[in-house]
């Protein structure tokens, strides 16, 4: 019901920032929470970011203070504004819609083939 398409990846420096977007189809785009996950090579997919329909948001403890999603509903679009980036961060990035206003309902939508982040020197 919910496609999701996730663009903006690429490689940066330690220190360095990327936004990651997330355009999104769905009629219940509006009253659904958002979020954005990764996973890196050998480990588990974990949410790091999220957003309600109402604008309010958490974050991974690893992430805080330096990541920033953000949603425009008006676009349709969903957005992860990322600084201060570590090698740690090195991951594809997937966006995903919950079944509800917050991020305690399920997942939604299926997952969508991600965007790349690489964080090296």
């Known amino acids: 019901q919910v496609q999701l398409v996730e663009s903006g990846g690429g490689l940066v420096q330690p220190g360095g920032s990327l936004r990651l977007s997330c355009a999104a189809s769905?009629?219940?785009?509006?009253?659904?929470?958002m979020g954005w996950y990764r996973q890196a090579p050998g480990k588990q997919r974990e949410l790091v970011a999220a957003i309600s329909s109402g604008g309010d948001t958490k974050y991974e403890d690893s992430v805080k203070g330096r990541f920033t999603i953000s949603r425009d509903n008006a676009k349709n679009m969903v957005y992860l504004q990322m600084s201060s980036l570590e090698a740690e961060d090195t991951a594809i990035y997937y966006c995903?819609?919950?079944?509800?206003?917050?991020?305690?309902?399920?997942?939604?939508?299926?997952w969508g083939q991600g965007t790349q982040v690489t964080v090296s020197s």
């Open positions: 995903n819609a919950f079944a509800g206003r917050t991020w305690y309902s399920p997942r939604l939508a299926s």
């Open positions: 769905g009629r219940s785009f509006s009253i659904s929470a």
